[in-house]
T-cell receptor
Framework: ETGVTQSPTHLIKTRGQQVTLRCSSQ?????VSWYQQALGQGPQFIFQ???????GRGNFPPRFSGLQFPNYSSELNVNALELDDSALYLC????????????FGPGTRLLVL | GDSVTQMEGPVTLSEEAFLTINCTYT??????LFWYVQYPGEGLQLLLK?????DKGSNKGFEATYRKETTSFHLEKGSVQVSDSAVYFC????????????FGQGTRLTINP
């Protein structure tokens, strides 16, 4: 069974640029969630995708957007990068079932200069 | 809204000491509760979970009991090892809307030989 994978592992961008992060969900999982983890903090929920549609969103501005593809993989896009966007971005997959466990990938560390 | 409060760290113990990391929560209804662990430079790994009141989650010598009356889910281990050094996150999965996880701020644990 393949776990959750993310790419790239590290990324450096400058303020104002755009970035795309990628996630492949665990085999059999059809729901993907994205989280932002600032240094020294707990992860914060960005949004969740199920059946290629956004299924809930946290307190993040519209410049954070996402996609889910028919194979359940997902992208997180961030436009107009700000310095505060520097963080570890985590993807988690789960079955579409209430209270089901989410399994996390290793994350993408983004540094905005 | 839902929230999780964790014991502030960092926590430093000697090998074979007893560990407790406190976690309390605020949520509507009866959420599922989780402990995740994050080793240096890695993503989150599920350590244990409990889905209803009085359930005990356990894994790798760690235990936590879902206490509805005190809205707590404290993590315990009878004898810690150097390899347990990591950051521990308490989280809940609410029943409202998207199946998102709400995390505490994390507790950094260091075990000295």
């Amino acid at each position: 069974e393949t776990g959750v994978t993310q790419s790239p592992t590290h990324l450096i961008k400058t303020r104002g640029q755009q970035v795309t992060l990628r996630c492949s969900s665990q085999s059999g999982h059809n729901t993907v969630s994205w989280y932002q983890q600032a240094l020294g903090q707990g992860p914060q929920f960005i949004f969740q995708y199920y059946r290629e549609e956004e299924n809930g969103r946290g307190n993040f501005p519209p410049r954070f957007s996402g996609l889910q593809f028919p194979n359940y993989s997902s992208e997180l896009n961030v436009n107009a990068l700000e310095l505060d966007d520097s963080a570890l971005y985590l993807c988690a997959s789960s079955l579409r079932h209430r209270q089901e466990t989410q399994y996390f990938g290793p994350g993408t560390r983004l540094l905005v200069l | 809204g839902d929230s999780v409060t964790q014991m502030e760290g960092p926590v430093t113990l000697s090998e074979e000491a007893f560990l407790t990391i406190n976690c309390t929560y605020t949520a509507t209804g009866y959420p599922s509760l989780f402990w995740y662990v994050q080793y240096p430079g890695e993503g989150l790994q599920l350590l244990l979970k409990a889905t209803k009141a009085d359930d005990k989650g356990s894994n790798k010598g760690f235990e936590a009991t879902y206490r509805k009356e005190t809205t707590s889910f404290h993590l315990e281990k009878g004898s810690v090892q150097v390899s347990d050094s990591a950051v521990y996150f308490c989280a809940l999965s609410g029943l409202q809307g998207a199946q998102k996880l709400v995390f505490g701020q994390g507790t950094r644990l260091t075990i000295n030989p």
